[in-house]
């Protein structure tokens, strides 16, 4: 490299990880030789609960770590927890999970019209004709499962119920299991579905306790999920070693995302200190591969999953700001305009910029995006030309404009999302 | 004295180390006027939160559940939310003394501070006095272990260099000291390669 870089001023980090296949670029990272590359040596700690993560890196045990996207917003905010000032230099990719029902449930979908590889329109309205059937026959709701109260998966969740006219807090009843447990619960009957990160659900499919009805990239293309997150003050006094951190998880997040490496990388993930779980399961989620149904036929989603591509590890800060109005929208934080600028401000672009400064990464020049505002491939302008990335509206229609959020909040409230 | 039941707090420890929890709740009945409900099963949690009412849970850090039981107290506690023990904001050092311990806690209504802070205090130190003889524990073992390892390593010096006893631990000590081990270590190694050249034992 020509670019004279700063060493980092602390070379050995600590960085939490929960059994995920969206933790493979801080595995990558360590393992084939990018982080070391930067002069840095990771010490992964595998944590079982989020809350595990958030209180870890609350009082310093973990420097930094493999984070839901919101997890940082709410530390920000003080949402439900200490106020804990957070930064998320980068994303760690994005899709990556999906919903499952349980068989029975599935049964009773299908009885309701759902068809095999529906879609999240179907599989929604099917829902929601079942859960009428359960309530007018006196049977409790579904017990949906997420991972977390500022998850990417609740609030996913939730979208897809309420835009099929399904109450998420009357009609069903959410509850939170850490990702590695979802599938025990789903097998013994304790929850009718849940909504976690792969290869939880491919695990679930394998196992035959339940099948997939919608995937985040059909939800919402290009979505994030997770990202590295770190104290802020934790930050500023590190400010070299977050850049070598950037610099080695994005190299990593490229290899990741090579179909070259994926066999590799399955194998990687499967390892019992790793995420411990089937590589078969790996390579099924990395192509995206799921199944249609107790038929037994499957289909493949586009960009399931993605480490590297479309700016995959860029922290979009209109990101930010839809996980703020979805936090807004199910009452976790009363809105404000110095709320929603901390929540803005907690994702940092200058940060990611400045760590690959120099480099032939193509770096989004705009902090933020419309999201939604077209159906066509979108043309970003970036450091090296221009960065095309797919279309990324919402299942539902519904664009979200991050200057316009009051507008969005607004129709929320109305009942009505703006088109 | 008869005391009012009302007066007493409800403090519900859920842990699946019998041990740690019996150790927990021995020490909370004697420091004062609570009652202790144990429980180590968490399924039904939200039922079983809600028959018991307690007012302060004290719960491993590593407990996989502790999500889940963060959600119930959020979901199940109409207006008043509840507050978790150890992040009150003046209160990082106590927070980090409990993660140290692996204790969470989280109080469920408005209890005041002064009689939470007492039993979160005995929990830290309850946790740690377990984590202390669970090491103890260990390190007897690991030391018993030694002792065998070292005894065998003797015996086959004694044997194949025809030394004594005195001779074979002087011999296992020189070595340890130049290669910078421990004796234990180089007694296992003596006993493993052992085993490989003995070939009636594969």
């Not at chain 1, 400045?354 to 066509?376: C, K, V, Y």
């Not at chain 2, 809600?50 to 199940?76: F, G, H, K, M, Y």
């Not at chain 2, 000291?177 to 085993?195: P, Y």
Request: charged share 20%; proline share 7%; with cysteine.
């Amino acid at each position: 490299m020509t670019v004279h870089r700063p060493p980092p001023e602390q070379a050995h980090l600590r960085i939490g990880f929960i059994p995920l296949l969206d933790s493979a670029v801080l595995i990558v990272a360590r393992e084939c030789g990018f982080a070391e590359r930067e002069g840095l040596s990771l010490d992964l700690v595998r944590e079982i609960s989020w809350a595990n993560i958030r209180d870890r890196a609350i009082v310093g045990h973990l420097d930094a770590a493999h984070m839901l996207a919101g997890l940082p917003i709410a530390s920000t905010l003080g949402i439900q927890h200490l106020r804990v000032p957070m930064v998320a230099p980068m994303a760690l990719g994005i899709g990556g999970n999906a919903i499952t029902v349980s068989t029975p449930l599935y049964e009773a979908m299908a009885a309701a019209g759902l068809r095999a590889a529906g879609g999240p329109h179907a599989s929604g309205a099917a829902l929601a004709r079942v859960v009428r059937q359960w309530a007018a026959a006196g049977r409790p709701p579904p017990i949906l499962a997420m991972v977390y109260p500022v998850s990417s998966h609740n609030y996913e969740l939730r979208y897809w119920l309420a835009a099929s006219g399904v109450d998420p807090d009357r009609d069903v009843q959410l509850v939170v299991i850490p990702p590695p447990l979802m599938v025990d619960a789903l097998e013994t009957g304790r929850i009718d579905g849940f909504c976690v990160g792969e290869p939880w659900n491919s695990l679930a499919e394998s196992a035959g306790a339940g099948h997939v009805v919608a995937t985040k990239a059909e939800l919402w293309p290009l979505s994030p999920d997770k990202v590295l997150g770190m104290r802020t003050d934790w930050a500023e006094r590190n400010p070299n070693t977050v850049a070598a951190l950037v610099r080695a998880l994005y190299a990593a997040a490229g290899w990741a995302d090579d179909p070259a490496n994926h066999e590799a990388l399955a194998e990687l993930l499967a390892r019992p200190e790793h995420v411990d779980a089937p590589a078969a399961c790996f390579r099924r989620a990395l192509a995206g591969r799921f199944g249609t149904g107790p038929e037994g036929g499957t289909h493949t989603i586009a960009d399931f999953i993605g480490f590297h591509r479309y700016a995959a590890t860029f922290p979009w800060q209109c990101h930010a700001l839809w996980l703020y109005a979805q936090m807004v929208r199910w009452g976790q934080i009363a809105h404000s305009a110095a709320a929603a600028a901390l929540a803005r401000a907690t994702f940092r672009p200058d940060l990611y910029r400045a760590a690959l400064a120099g480099g032939d990464a193509a770096i989004p020049l705009a902090d933020s995006r419309i999201i939604g505002g077209t159906t066509e491939p979108m043309a970003v302008a970036a450091t090296t030309g221009t960065l095309v990335l797919p279309p990324d509206r919402p299942f539902d229609g519904t664009v979200f404009d991050p200057d316009r959020l009051d507008a969005y909040l607004a129709a929320l409230d109305a009942g009505a999302l703006p088109a | 004295m008869s005391r009012d039941p009302e007066a007493r707090l409800r403090v519900l420890v859920i842990d699946e180390e019998p041990i740690r929890a019996s150790i927990l709740e021995e020490g909370l009945l004697t420091g004062g006027d609570v009652v202790v409900t144990r429980i180590s099963e968490m399924h039904d949690l939200l039922a079983r939160v809600a028959a018991i009412d307690p007012q302060v849970i004290l719960i491993a850090l590593e407990n996989p559940s502790r999500d889940t039981l963060e959600q119930l107290l959020q979901v199940s506690r109409d207006g008043t939310r509840p507050v978790c023990l150890f992040v009150d904001q003046t209160d990082g050092a106590q927070m980090q003394a409990a993660i140290d311990a692996g204790v969470s806690a989280y109080v469920v209504d408005g209890l005041k501070k002064e009689r939470v802070r007492p039993i979160a205090e005995m929990a830290i130190h309850r946790f740690n006095a377990f984590a202390r003889l669970r090491r103890e524990l260990e390190d007897a073992r690991s030391q018993l272990a030694d002792r065998k390892v070292i005894e065998r390593a003797k015996g086959l010096l004694m044997r194949s260099r025809r030394i004594d006893e005195e001779a074979a631990y002087r011999l296992l000590q020189r070595t340890a000291m130049k290669q910078n081990k421990r004796l234990a270590e180089i007694a296992q190694s003596l006993v493993t390669a052992a085993a490989l050249l003995d070939e009636t034992d594969p």
